[in-house]
Each structure stands twice: as structure tokens, then as C-alpha cells.
């Protein structure tokens, strides 16, 4: 019989006296001293659900559904909060709190009497969080994901959270929008609970959570408001209780055979930019060795095969109906992309799951052989001005192409001059200065915006054009940044530079004027400079911008320790702690 860790506190007689004070005072609010000494495993509800955190909220509900099945099963439930993540609401970014929330969960994961744990998930850093946190510590754990709000609709179309506010934002410059009607479009692309309805960060990675296999299957897809999300809840509670009897933990789940079916996964999808550095940061937490390369020589060569915006036409109740992670998980092991032998949270290997998977609605999941795109995942990159960057190919629309990327002489790359901001509110004030004279041969860079100079890692590499060009029918230019973009928009953007600027990588010695060539052949982004000037300017100017001053003892912490987003932008000290629950003997209280 499976050794449970909560008897370690609540019945434990050779220990009797600190047994008296561990089980008294959690009876006082109604559990009996029968239940906490049955022999029942304690199942922690991993809450990520508040007012802070509207994306997740329906988690307080969805919480009861859980208990019911954890009790069904022969459990007994206990829920505590996780630290809110909210991206839309969080100042300076949501970025910075998603190690803080790792950090508190592998705390009450480690120190208090829980054997298995339900993990709730969301909003884009609710999800690697709390995987970094299960990787860590290592106890039976299952991802609970909240599901995608219902598709939004505007003015007789699909309106996609955070889509309608890029394409928005651009209406807004033309003078074909006011204020109001910007704020009635963003409005009508958020119509229930749940998250965003576009495959951005939060549906990107609830989708990644399934791939990996620490979810039941259609779990990452079911929009919130559907009574299925319910029934899920009730399974994913019921399912935990077996996992503790079979020791089935996150190790044994997150294997690279999982981490590589996530990657091909997410590239299928048409996935998030943040997703890379989410995964491997569980990765790395999970003590498996994935890098970035990875995504480049397992995700790229996979097609695009759902059709979702921001890179294809629907949102996520269409893809949900069409079959979802499963259905494309199962065009990709048919086409033999896929490790079939990676064990799941449900005991069974991921190819046993997937044989009887029908093909998906081909409107919105599209054959393996018939694609959206091929090749159609991350490139990566490098050059003198960065060790790392990623762009996402499947949002380079035919416009972008023919403008940048169509030169019968030098395919696939393009030449542009440099117009440098350092972070957002450079850009915001200074875009439209005629005095840039920026125009479509122009790229765009953003600075100062990384894990260290925000502090966090922004969501600002998506930047539009100035105001004049845009009107002229011009809607991107070629954008490069240290910073990050929202998953919902559809830039193809260099981003996730590392080194930052604040770090030492090249973008900070890099000036408005300079000419920067972008090779996706070679997979390089250089600046046009002869290696001599390049070096003597790097040596003889102060780097640019400076880093701005830490606020709370959080961001000074945070940036003392913070690694960049090229491995993840973990706590690089905190990847050293692998299966902490098993390898640790927890000293007493009293």
C-alpha cells in the first residue's frame, strides 16, 4: 500500500505529541478526526481562481466539482490559494510573478500534508507555475485547466481577445474608429468566463499541459461556460486519488519524450511565442535537459494544421468542436511525429489514447498532408547581436512576405534600417516624430524590455507602424525586441532577444540609422557593421538604456537571480531543486 505523506502529520504513533497538534487544529473548522486518520489520501486544490485573476475565477466554482470527484474516489479535498497571475492586470507584466508563484506553491507542495495535488490553470503564467512547481517537488499532480471564454463577436464577425485590440489599435490611427468604439470592440471579444478564446499564451499552454500529458484528454479546449468543463472538473478530482495509490508523478509523466510531443504539438497548433520558455522552464524544473534549439530541430519542419486566429480565421470553441489537442495529436502520430509510448496522467501511453481519436473536423484541424503552412514552427536565430531570438512563422501573412521576404536575388531575408526605442513609452512618444522618417524599409526595435530591464519581460515587441504609414495601407513592419508579445497577436516579431540589453547583449550598443539584415535561411540577424567598429563600440560606449531602479524587494530579488528568456527566465538558482518531497526529511514545527 502506497506510503501517504499526510499520515506523516496526522497519524503518526510514534510521533504522538506533534500528531496532537498537526490534527487539532485542522478539525476545527469540520473535519473530523475519523477522516484526517482514515488512511485517505489529502488531495490539495491548487486555487488560481480570484477577483484579481478574472481568467481563472471560475475556478471557485469549478473547485467544488473537483472535491466531489476527489471525495467519490476516496479523498479528502483540501484547497488553498496560489499567488494571482493575471496578464492583463498585473503592472509592470504578469512575467515577474510567475516564479514568484512557483516559489509559493513548491513551498505549501513541500511543507504541508498533501499527497496528490489538483492544479488549476489558466491565464498564460498560472500554467507553467504551477508545472514548475509540480516538476520540483514531485507528488502526484494533474492539470485542471479553466477553458477559453466563448467566441466574442463584433460587428458580424469573430472578435478574438487581443486580436480585435491589435487590429484595433491600427483602426484607431487610420481615424476608421473613436475611443468608444475601440473600447465597445475590445469589450465584445471578452462575452463569458474563462480565458482567452484566441490561441494565445493561455490556450497555447493549457493545449502544451495536455500535449505534455498532465492533463485528461479535451481537458486544455473545453470553453469555461460549458457544462463538460464541469464534468472534467469532476473527472480530473476522481483522477488524482488514483494517481496518489499508483505513485504516478510528474517525472514519470514530463519525460523529453513528452516535452518533444509538446513542442511538435504547439507548432501544430500555431501556438504562443511565449510558449518556449514556459516549457522550458518546466523542463528544467522537472530536471530534463530541453533547450531552445529543440524547437527549432523537433517544432519547425511541423506543419500548421488549426486554424485559429491570431494565425488562422477561428477561435476556441471551433477548435474545441473540431477535436481539439487530441485530434491533432493524433494527425501528428499518424504521420509518425509523435513518441506514442509517453505515459499520461491517466496510466496509459499517449499513442493508446490516441488510436481511436477520429480525424477532426478538417475545416479547422486540417489533414497532416493537406496544411495551413508547412514548416510552420519557431525559427530560431542568432547573430552579433544576440545569442537567441525567435520568430513565429506562422503568422508571416502574404502581405509581410511579398514585402520583406519575396527578393528572387536574397529569399527568405531582408535589409532594413534600425529605429531604436528604449521600452514602451520611448516608442509611444516618439513613433510618430517625423524627424525618424521611418518608413517600410525601417525595422523597429525595442529595447530595455527583458527579463532584468523591465523588470518581468514585456509584451511589447508587437509594435505598429507609425501612424502615416499605416494609413498609407502599410499595417506591419519587421519588429525585433528583448521583450515579448502577446500570444494573441499576429506580428511576426523577432523577440525574446538574449541576451537583453540589461544583460550585455548587443542591443544595447545598437543606434537609430544602423542597418540590420535578417536571414531566415541561416537563421541569422546581424548588424551591418565591420566586426572592428562593432567591437569598439561595444568597448568604448555605455551600454543603452539604463536599468530603471526596482520598486518592491520582489523585483530587486527577482533580478538579482532571474536567468534570461533563451533558457527559460527561471531563478537559475531554483533549477537545482529536483523531487524536493521524496529527498527531503521535514523538520518539526513545535
Known amino acids: 500500500m502506497t506510503k501517504l505523506r499526510s499520515r506523516e502529520w496526522f497519524d503518526n504513533p510514534e510521533n504522538p505529541d506533534m500528531t496532537a497538534l498537526y490534527l487539532e487544529r485542522y478539525m476545527n473548522y469540520g473535519i473530523t478526526r475519523e477522516e484526517l486518520q482514515s488512511g485517505k489520501?489529502?488531495?490539495?486544490?491548487?486555487?488560481?481562481?480570484?477577483?484579481?485573476?478574472?481568467?481563472?475565477?471560475?475556478?471557485?466554482?469549478?473547485?467544488?466539482?473537483?472535491?466531489?470527484g476527489i471525495r467519490d474516489a476516496g479523498g479528502i479535498?483540501?484547497?488553498?490559494?496560489?499567488?494571482?497571475?493575471?496578464?492583463?492586470?498585473?503592472?509592470?507584466?504578469?512575467?515577474?510573478?510567475?516564479?514568484l508563484a512557483f516559489l509559493g506553491l513548491v513551498e505549501i507542495l513541500h511543507g504541508y500534508p498533501i499527497d496528490g495535488v489538483v492544479l488549476t490553470t489558466g491565464c498564460d503564467k498560472t500554467t507553467p507555475a504551477c508545472l514548475m512547481a509540480a516538476g520540483t517537488v514531485d507528488i502526484p499532480a494533474i492539470v485542471l485547466s479553466g477553458g477559453p471564454m466563448l467566441d466574442g463577436h463584433w460587428q458580424g464577425k469573430l472578435a478574438g481577445s487581443g486580436t480585435i485590440i491589435w487590429s484595433s489599435r491600427k483602426q484607431l490611427a487610420t481615424g476608421e474608429i473613436d475611443y468608444q468604439q475601440f473600447m465597445d470592440a475590445a469589450a465584445?471579444?471578452?462575452?463569458?468566463?474563462?480565458?482567452?478564446?484566441?490561441?494565445?499564451?493561455?490556450?497555447?499552454?493549457?493545449?502544451?499541459?495536455?500535449?505534455?500529458?498532465?492533463s485528461l484528454p479535451y481537458c486544455g479546449s473545453i470553453p469555461a461556460p460549458y457544462a463538460a468543463r464541469g464534468h472534467m472538473a469532476y473527472e480530473t478530482g476522481r483522477r488524482i486519488v488514483d494517481m496518489v495509490a499508483e505513485e504516478l508523478t510528474p517525472r514519470k509523466v514530463m519525460t523529453r519524450p513528452a516535452f518533444l510531443n509538446a513542442i511538435r504539438t504547439a507548432s501544430a497548433i500555431g501556438a504562443s511565442t511565449n510558449c518556449p520558455p514556459h516549457l522550458i522552464a518546466i523542463a528544467r524544473h522537472a530536471g530534463v535537459d530541453l533547450t531552445l534549439e529543440d524547437w527549432q530541430t523537433y517544432g519547425h519542419e511541423i506543419p500548421l494544421l488549426v486554424d485559429c486566429q491570431p494565425a488562422g480565421r477561428f477561435l476556441g470553441e471551433a477548435f474545441h468542436r473540431a477535436g481539439a489537442v487530441p485530434a491533432v495529436m493524433a494527425e501528428l502520430l499518424r504521420a509518425g511525429k509523435l513518441d506514442g509510448a509517453a505515459i499520461t496522467v491517466t496510466g496509459k501511453p499517449i499513442g493508446d489514447i490516441l488510436a481511436s481519436i477520429p480525424a477532426g473536423d478538417p475545416e479547422v484541424i486540417r489533414p497532416y498532408g493537406d496544411p495551413l503552412k508547412e514548416a510552420a514552427g519557431f525559427v530560431v536565430l542568432s547573430g552579433n547581436l544576440f545569442e537567441s531570438a525567435l520568430m513565429k512563422t506562422s503568422v508571416i501573412d502574404p502581405d509581410f512576405r511579398a514585402r520583406y521576404l519575396s527578393n528572387p536575388n536574397d529569399p527568405e531575408a531582408f535589409e532594413a534600417r534600425a529605429i531604436v526605442f528604449d521600452g514602451p513609452e520611448d516608442y509611444h512618444a516618439r513613433l510618430n516624430d517625423p524627424a525618424l522618417a521611418i518608413d517600410e524599409n525601417c525595422i523597429l526595435v525595442i529595447r530595455g524590455c527583458g527579463p532584468i530591464g523591465y523588470p518581468g519581460s514585456a509584451e511589447v515587441v508587437n509594435m505598429q507602424p507609425p501612424d502615416a504609414l499605416i494609413q498609407r495601407g502599410?499595417?506591419?513592419?519587421?519588429?525585433?525586441?528583448?521583450?515579448?508579445?502577446?500570444g494573441t497577436s499576429g506580428s511576426p516579431s523577432i523577440l525574446n532577444v538574449s541576451p537583453e540589453a540589461a544583460a550585455g547583449g548587443g542591443l544595447a550598443w545598437l543606434k537609430t540609422g544602423d542597418r540590420i539584415r535578417v536571414d531566415l535561411r541561416t537563421r541569422t540577424v546581424d548588424v551591418l557593421l565591420p566586426a572592428d567598429d562593432w567591437a569598439a563600440r561595444k568597448a568604448n560606449e555605455p551600454a543603452q538604456p539604463a536599468i530603471p531602479a526596482s520598486q518592491t524587494p520582489w523585483q530587486e530579488m527577482y533580478r538579482k537571480s532571474v536567468g534570461q528568456l533563451q533558457t527559460g527566465g527561471c531563478l537559475d538558482f531554483a533549477t537545482a531543486y529536483h523531487q524536493v518531497a521524496a529527498r527531503s526529511t521535514l523538520r518539526h514545527s513545535h
Open 41 to 68: 489520501p489529502i488531495i490539495g486544490i491548487a486555487q488560481t481562481g480570484s477577483d484579481l485573476s478574472p481568467c481563472n475565477r471560475h475556478h471557485i466554482e469549478l473547485a467544488q466539482r473537483v472535491r466531489d
Open 77 to 99: 479535498p483540501i484547497e488553498f490559494p496560489v499567488h494571482p497571475i493575471q496578464e492583463t492586470g498585473r503592472r509592470p507584466t504578469a512575467a515577474i510573478d510567475r516564479n
Open 188 to 214: 465584445a471579444s471578452a462575452p463569458s468566463v474563462g480565458h482567452c478564446n484566441t490561441m494565445g499564451t493561455a490556450l497555447s499552454m493549457n493545449a502544451v499541459a495536455e500535449a505534455l500529458g498532465m
Open 474 to 486: 502599410i499595417m506591419a513592419l519587421p519588429t525585433l525586441g528583448d521583450g515579448r508579445q502577446s
